[in-house]
């Protein structure tokens, strides 16, 4: 690099190594290292961005949530027609027992869901959703008990209990109102002759 | 992650839907037109029989008690069952313990406490069991032996009658893991025992290795 | 500059650098490739014998071409590597060996042997001997004086190279000089260089390399791994798309006791997975379940084109939906897919005739009228005479009568014969409390044409076969003893595939499945030839010869350690076969936990247990129960909770109600 010939007017040790001396302003690492500093800055806040809106989008691990826009159906109908009072707060109380039903289903399944995610049965994706799921059906249960305080003030102490209560009972009725589908398939799938009295046909 | 999850926010199907659903003034039910899912159904039909409930109740801070009026009306009914069962006239006892059911199931709140209607309905699920089997209608018994089971009545007693119900059914291959599960319960129960090994002369017998 | 580097000017070193890459790509896949067409073919060969020229014969000609087809693209890629990596291989070769630059280098390699010509094992005699007459030929003192100049320095050369040697191989610091650093003076300089063939460095290509080098960095590599990556994410490490496996497992988490699981819940759950959108995206999960309920009914259907694809992807699914089932632990639902499992590989619909119908040339509709018994079950099939079968099930052409009647007797049927859990390391039949126990299951594999006989004649020692001595071998390396299960008999269905089971674990306290299921791939089915034919077959005791039968065997991992506290817990298992109807076993095996008694002699108390075991007490079928007496102690509360999907019912455990209602059902018979 050095190239000694072309210079003259220089000691011997400057002219072994003559450093290129560049004017530099003092902002210029400033300049770069803000530069950097604000590009990285942008990518994270965006990124951090689209991946809320991603969890934001995944869709939810339960099937749809018909209690809850069914609730926000009736409630809008409310507002138009002439509803008795107390279909709302029926409404209401379908809402919160599902909202019960789902908490206690996502504690029951805590376990299959981590032994699925551990051994990688299910994506992050899944993990995520399930996360997402727990935090919003504690959500979903306090915006019943808040919509439940503002249907009457007084209310949201024995709505908890009666909201408990309510979905035990329909699970245990849904269960019922299925023998009658049950028998009809098994009847099918097992090709059992039944006379009318339900006796086997031998 | 806080802020797009923080207010639940009402789902565009309110506004798709609305249209959709009726309400009667007279019986304050609701209705929808459109038949297609099942859950929207189901929940539907939850709603109006919890406004049935309401309508009536004029305590407006009403608590999970049981109905006093219709755990009698149910017990009255279900008796008179059990007095035809005696009677030896099990069709009529069948079909009234049956009503005693479907009294059941309308008469009572849906917030009356839980652990006393299942004790209810398990009484009279055991019984209608056993009426049942009787009749023959051994499709019917097993179908409320997988409910009673279901509901938690693991007992060796509903092993028992469910092996029974399943083996007249000739559905032995179902019968046997009810009978040895039974067993596990109680390995010197001695119906089950006999049982157990009617079902396996029964197996040889399908197999053609008798 | 810091350090200069060689590029490899002579073409030295790159070769060999290519040359051992290329190695290491091509000879495993070589090999690969040889095992596959000499063991392939020659167990396609064993088997081929009668049961899969049948199971071909069978085989229609588009599934035939679909299997070929499939096969070809498979074996053709191998070949395509392979020839090209050969031809690679030897023109490296040959560059090599016509390369005198790396002839040179080997030649000034030292070694000490080759210099003084003796071997690696010869003496400090032999050595001696060796460099004496050596160093006497080429000593400088007595080179003949005819030599040239340039003959007498290499000679000089040699002479001290030969001094060199000996020192080598004698002389204890040259010699550890020479064992550290290949050369007897010591740590020679070592040269780093780039194996990059000089014409790709310099001169007018060297831009094209460093456009390389930047193309490989910023593009590919990101690329390579990004795609890597994301398929990565995208299948789960089953392989199957993560949306399908993520579909499977709402499933079951939405799943309510109210819902009735069969069949067609099962197909449409698989018919909704991802990769069938995917790979058709043109049909809907509705058509896409028609493919193969119309698959399962023998039928054709209007989106033929998708069949094979379809069929062949839903066996992973399957399997998958079963593991993810049993992990949320219903039975039910894991039960259920793997009967219709079953139905799709058979191509026969669940039905209480089904064992009948999976067998080929069975005109349905015949059987259905002409039969006054009901049979159901293979053996009862072959308790009739062969025309009577024949006319039963509608054949009439004889061969096509024989070849439904040997697939019907080679259907492996599975009798239990024991069942027990094992603690590996003890012959006891009682676990320690925490001790790690596997559930050890003797089965006798028997043809539906055999006649049944009682355990009891079956030798004891061919039920325990736990030598004492083995008893540390490992359960699970000893199944690798049994060999592979052959091909199951599936004409319909467009792959091959080996016969196989399934083993489910379920509590019998809550009725749930407490592990993912095992598979058993191993399992001898020479009994399938033994001649014991039911039909002729009088005197059971006289025609009866222990020799005929192995034992097979199934260890099926426990998950669980051993409860903590003492008491029989019993176990549910079901090794169930997702090819074929008829060929599961369902059976219940009780876990007994026991503290062992104060440390006696280990040896004695084994053989004292053998005793005992032969004594005979295993005779009748061992049920789990029946003859043996149980503690009734139930350590019952181990499981955490009594959950209930949907209902809880922790509240409520009163059955005091039940004494009155009880007995009267099995009165009424």
């Given at each position: 690099m050095s190239d000694n010939g072309t210079h003259f007017n220089e000691t011997f040790f400057e002219g072994q190594e003559k450093p290129e001396i560049k004017v530099v302003s003092v902002y210029t690492p400033l300049v770069y290292v803000s530069i950097l500093v604000i590009s990285l800055m942008i990518f994270a806040s965006k990124y951090r961005r689209s991946q809320v809106k991603k969890l934001a989008e995944l869709p939810s691990i339960?099937?749809?949530h018909e209690a809850r826009d069914l609730y926000f159906a009736i409630a809008e109908l409310a507002e138009t027609e002439q509803l008795h009072p107390k279909v709302v707060k029926a409404a209401l109380l379908n809402r919160g027992a599902e909202a019960v039903r789902r908490t206690i289903k996502l504690r029951e399944v805590a376990v299959q869901i981590e032994i699925l995610y551990k051994n990688g049965s299910v994506d992050d994706k899944y993990w995520q959703r399930y996360q997402n799921e727990m935090k919003l059906v504690d959500l979903e249960l306090k915006s019943c008990i808040e919509e439940a305080e503002r249907l009457q003030p007084d209310w949201p102490q024995a709505f908890v209990n009666l909201c408990r209560e309510i979905c035990f009972n329909q699970a245990l009725q849904r269960r019922y109102d299925s023998i009658l589908d049950r028998k009809n398939i098994f009847q099918k799938l097992y090709q059992l002759k039944l006379d009318d009295n339900g006796k086997l046909i031998q | 992650m806080g802020q797009s999850t923080g207010a639940t926010p009402p789902v565009p199907i309110t506004a798709k839907n609305k249209t959709m659903i009726q309400y009667d003034?007279?019986?304050k039910q609701l209705s929808i037109?459109?038949?297609?899912?099942t859950d929207r159904l189901t929940n539907l039909n939850q709603i109006n029989k919890l406004t049935t409930a309401l309508v009536?109740?004029?305590?407006?801070?009403?608590?999970?008690q049981p109905n006093n009026e219709t755990t009698n009306m149910v017990k009255n009914m279900f008796q008179s069952g059990m007095q035809q069962a005696q009677n030896k006239n099990i069709p009529d006892a069948l079909r009234k313990v049956d009503l005693a059911v479907d009294m059941r199931n309308k008469a009572?709140?849906?917030?009356?406490?839980f652990s006393f209607q299942l004790q209810e309905l398990h009484m009279m699920l055991r019984n209608r069991t056993d009426l049942e089997l009787v009749s023959q209608r051994n499709l019917d018994a097993w179908q409320d032996l997988e409910m009673l089971l279901n509901c938690g009545m693991v007992v060796p007693e509903v092993f028992i009658r469910l092996t029974d119900c399943l083996l007249k059914l000739n559905l032995v291959e179902l019968a046997r893991p009810y009978c040895e599960r039974g067993l596990s319960l109680d390995p010197k129960n001695g119906p089950l025992l006999a049982l157990f090994q009617a079902c396996e002369k029964k197996m040889l017998e399908i197999e053609g290795d008798l | 500059m810091p350090q200069n580097y060689d590029y490899d000017e002579a073409s030295t070193t790159w070769p060999f650098f290519v040359l051992t890459v290329l190695f290491v790509a091509v000879t495993p896949v070589t090999l690969i490739e040889l095992y596959r067409l000499i063991v392939g073919d020659s167990s396609d060969k064993s088997s081929s014998s009668e049961w899969s020229q049948l199971h071909e014969k069978y085989t229609s000609e588009e599934v035939r071409k679909y299997r070929l087809a499939n096969k070809k693209k498979r074996s053709k890629k191998g070949i395509y590597f392979i020839t090209v990596g050969w031809v690679l291989i030897s023109m490296l070769i040959y560059h090599i060996r016509s390369n005198d630059a790396i002839y040179q280098i080997a030649a000034a390699a030292f070694d000490p042997y080759e210099l003084l010509g003796v071997?690696?094992?010869?003496?400090d005699k032999e050595i001696k001997s060796a460099y004496r007459k050596l160093s006497v030929k080429f000593h400088p003192d007595k080179?003949?004086?005819?030599?040239?100049e340039i003959e007498r320095t290499a000679m000089e050369e040699q002479f001290v190279m030969i001094n060199k040697a000996y020192k080598a191989l004698t002389d204890e610091i040259t010699k550890e000089n020479y064992r550290k650093y290949g050369h007897p003076d010591g740590p020679q300089s070592t040269s780093h260089g780039?194996?990059?063939?000089?014409f790709l460095v310099e001169g007018g290509t060297s831009p094209f390399v460093v456009f390389a080098y930047f193309i490989l960095l910023a593009f590919v590599l990101p690329m390579v791994v990004s795609k890597w990556w994301s398929t990565s994410q995208e299948y789960t490490k089953h392989g199957i798309h993560s949306e399908t496996a993520s579909h499977f497992v709402d499933k079951m988490f939405n799943f309510k006791p109210s819902y009735v699981v069969v069949p067609d819940l099962i197909i449409k759950w698989i018919s909704e997975a991802k990769e069938f959108q995917l790979k058709f995206?043109?049909?809907s999960s509705v058509d896409i379940a028609n493919i193969i309920h119309s698959h399962v009914n023998r039928e054709k259907t209007?989106?033929?084109?998708?069949r094979n694809y379809v069929l062949t992807k839903s066996s992973l699914l399957f399997h998958q939906l079963i593991e993810i089932a049993s992990t949320f632990r219903n039975t039910e639902v894991a039960l259920m897919a793997l009967d219709t499992y079953k139905t799709v590989v058979q191509a026969t619909p669940l039905s209480p005739h089904s064992q009948i119908f999976?067998?080929?040339?069975?005109?349905k509709e015949h059987f259905l009228d002409s039969t006054t018994d009901d049979i159901c079950a293979l053996g009862k099939l072959f308790t009739y005479p062969d025309d009577k079968i024949g006319k039963m099930l509608g054949i009439k052409d004889e061969t096509a009568l024989n070849e439904t009647l040997k697939v019907a007797s080679r259907i492996p049927k599975l009798k239990l014969v024991k069942g027990s859990f094992k603690v590996r390391?003890?012959?006891?039949?009682t676990a320690e409390p925490g001790s790690t126990p596997h559930i050890q299951v003797k089965v006798l594999v028997r043809s539906p044409r055999h006649k049944l006989f009682p355990?009891?004649?079956?030798p004891a020692e061919k039920i325990a076969g736990d030598d004492p001595l083995l008893l540390e071998q490992d359960p699970f390396e000893k199944l690798l003893e049994q060999p592979l299960l052959p091909e199951t008999?599936?004409?319909?269905?467009?792959t091959k595939r080996r016969t196989c089971w399934y083993a489910l674990v379920v509590s019998?306290?809550?009725?749930?499945?407490?592990?993912t299921p095992s598979l058993a791939?191993?399992?001898?089915?020479?009994?399938?030839?033994?001649?014991?034919?039911k039909r002729v077959i009088k005197d059971l005791d006289k025609e009866?010869?222990?020799?005929?039968w192995t034992i097979g065997t199934f260890s099926i991992p426990f998950?669980?350690?051993?409860?903590?506290?003492e008491g029989t817990y019993f176990f549910r298992v079901v090794i169930k076969?997702?090819?074929?109807?008829?060929?599961d076993l369902d059976f219940t095996v009780p876990l007994t936990v026991k503290n062992t008694p104060?440390?006696?002699d280990p040896k004695k108390e084994i053989l004292e247990e053998l005793d005992s075991d032969d004594?005979?007490?295993?005779?009748?079928?061992?049920?789990?129960?029946?003859s043996e007496d149980f503690?009734?102690?139930?350590?019952?509360?181990?499981?955490e909770d009594s959950d209930?999907?949907?209902?809880?019912?922790?509240t409520e455990d009163e059955h005091e109600a039940t004494e009155e209602t009880t007995e009267k059902s099995s009165k009424t018979d």
């Open positions: 339960f099937d749809e | 003034s007279n019986n037109d459109n038949d297609s899912n009536p109740e004029t305590n407006p801070n009403f608590q999970p009572r709140k849906p917030w009356e406490p | 071997t690696l094992s010869s003496t080179l003949s004086k005819d030599l040239n780039i194996a990059l063939p000089k995206p043109e049909l209007e989106n033929e084109y998708a999976q067998l080929p040339n069975v005109d390391g003890s012959s006891l039949n355990n009891s004649l079956i008999f599936a004409p319909l269905l467009p019998q306290k809550d009725g749930k499945i407490i592990q791939q191993r399992l001898s089915l020479e009994n399938l030839d033994v001649n014991f034919d009866f010869n222990a020799e005929d998950a669980q350690p051993a409860p903590k506290e076969s997702p090819d074929y109807f008829g060929s104060i440390e006696t004594s005979g007490n295993e005779g009748e079928e061992n049920t789990g129960y029946s503690d009734e102690s139930d350590g019952d509360d181990l499981e209930f999907t949907d209902i809880d019912t922790d």
